[in-house]
């Protein structure tokens, strides 16, 4: 049975002030014990009240656990920054800078940045790694999301989307310039492991993918064929299309081309924890890069 994700009363009872998030972030980054960066010993840290930081017991070295996270450099209250990612992993359709201002009882720009520094964030913890494999199906498409459309053959004015989705398991997307082979080949071979069977549309940039050591399986969209005679198809990634689309065009309105890649990794992120989406905030909360140790 799947589990639940965090509900509101359970969020604040368990992160009821600051101090509880910021004890969090130390405890899931450092620890006590934790090797000072300056002395070299393993110590005991003491908190400092007067700012977001803890002291070593030896040499007072000062220990920030919100440097190297999205809520570095600000004074907005880290309640409010875990709220605001609670609220993020508790939707299927995003959050608009607009909620989160009414939610938060920040300005707009307050909120937009905190939203775009959660976005980031996603993406990062999302990662980078390959899908596919030997007989693993993939999906690979793209579509225009934005600007205005001209006749029958999308295009001008719209952002490129450009993904790659395993069947059963994860999506990549990026923002690319074009849809040619110039463009998308490369970051196919990036993405998918060799010996993947490919499933594409009729698209001529998809043509080099059986030389590069790919299954090419292709389903002609151009005689409305969504399901070739051999099975092929890209029906799955272009449900995750319609999903982004309906999200965007419903929560946010519009989404410029410099942010928008942005977007797709959120969306992208919640794909791919689909199966156990009770996990996001958690993890959200609790995975960061690991401090450079200081020179010695």
């Not at 190297?68 to 609220?87: N, S």
């Not at 004015?157 to 990549?172: I, P, Q, Y």
């Not at 989404?255 to 990794?265: E, F, I, N, R």
């Amino acid at each position: 049975m799947p589990q639940k994700q965090l509900t509101t009363t359970q969020f604040f009872r368990q992160f009821p002030d600051d101090e509880t998030c910021l004890q969090h972030l130390f405890d899931v980054r450092f620890g006590q014990g934790y090797e000072c960066p300056s002395c070299g010993r393993a110590t005991r840290w003491y908190r400092i009240k007067a700012e977001r930081a803890y002291s070593c017991q030896f040499c007072g070295h000062h220990l920030h656990p919100t440097v190297g996270t999205p809520f570095a450099k600000t004074r907005t209250p880290l309640q409010l920054w875990f709220y605001a990612i609670h609220l993020f992993t508790t939707t299927r359709h995003g959050v608009s800078g607009k909620e989160l201002q009414r939610q938060l009882g920040v300005t707009y720009k307050t909120a937009w940045r905190m939203a775009d520094e959660i976005r980031k964030h996603m993406a990062t913890v999302d990662g980078d790694h390959q899908i596919g494999g030997f007989s693993k199906q993939v999906e690979i498409d793209e579509t225009f999301v934005g600007g205005f459309k001209v006749g029958g053959q999308g295009g001008v004015g719209k952002a490129v989307v450009f993904g790659m989705l395993e069947r059963g398991g994860d999506l990549v997307t990026e923002v690319v310039a074009d849809r040619r082979s110039g463009t998308l080949l490369p970051l196919i071979r990036e993405n998918v492991i060799r010996h993947s069977i490919i499933h594409t549309d009729e698209l001529r940039a998809y043509g080099g993918l059986s030389t590069m050591g790919y299954y090419h399986e292709q389903v002609n969209h151009s005689i409305d064929q969504y399901v070739s005679p051999t099975g092929s198809s890209v029906n799955s990634i272009e449900g995750f299309w319609r999903h982004l689309k309906s999200s965007i065009s419903g929560t946010h309105i519009w989404v410029s081309p410099k942010h928008l890649g942005k977007y797709a990794k959120e969306f992208e992120y919640r794909y791919n924890r689909r199966e156990a989406a009770h996990t996001m905030f958690p993890e959200l909360v609790s995975t960061f890069q690991p401090l450079m140790p200081k020179s010695r």
